[in-house]
């Protein structure tokens, strides 16, 4: 059976939030990815399984993430290409997993290298006056390699 119209549109507005996430990660809009959190949301970072081990960074509010987001212009660029998502609806709150592969191009004394990561965001959302942010987003670091690029 055919999911009810509302939930289409909250999945769809789920996945178009995270999308918009990783479109200012490549476009280094810092301050449009803070935007895309609660007033009070929280970015915490795993090297792994969350919990197996402390976190590697936590960010509370729109203006420490915005500050967190400015790291990435030390990259000449990025891409941050999305995989699949599967979401949990609970009314005005939801929980989710993204997969995400992010690649990042470093360029030292001219000599270029690729920084790939595998990542998933591990999400808690709200609607907050009709529009869903991002409450709590848990980035688990699954594995990474660097290679240098020709």
Same mark, same amino acid.
């Given at each position: ?8 549109q909250?999945?769809l507005?789920?996945? #178009?939030?995270?999308?918009?996430y990783? @479109?200012?990660?490549?476009?280094? &809009?810092? &301050?449009?990815?803070a935007?895309?959190? +609660? ?19 936590q ?15 030390? =990259?000449?660029? +990025?891409? @941050?290409?999305?995989? #699949? ?9 939801? +929980?989710?997993?993204? =997969?995400?592969?992010?690649? @990042?191009?470093t ?7 690729? =920084? ?8 808690? =959302?709200?609607r907050?006056d009709? +529009?869903?942010?991002?409450? &709590? ?5 699954d594995?990474?390699?660097t290679?240098?690029?020709?």
């Amino acid at each position: 059976m055919p999911a009810p119209l509302p939930e289409l549109q909250d999945r769809l507005e789920l996945r #178009q939030l995270v999308e918009a996430y990783a @479109h200012g990660a490549d476009r280094r &809009e810092a &301050e449009a990815m803070a935007l895309l959190f +609660t007033e009070d949301g929280r970015l915490v970072i795993y090297a792994g399984e969350p919990g197996a081990s402390p976190p590697t960074a936590q960010r509370t509010g729109r203006a420490e993430i915005g500050a967190a987001m400015t790291r990435l212009g030390r =990259y000449v660029s +990025t891409t @941050h290409l999305l995989g #699949q998502q599967s979401v949990v609806l609970d009314g005005d709150r939801a +929980t989710g997993e993204t =997969y995400c592969l992010a690649h @990042h191009i470093t360029d030292r004394d001219g000599q270029r290298s690729i =920084y790939i990561m595998s990542i998933r965001y591990l999400d808690q =959302y709200a609607r907050v006056d009709g +529009t869903w942010l991002i409450a &709590e987003r848990v980035l688990a670091v699954d594995w990474t390699e660097t290679r240098p690029m020709s």
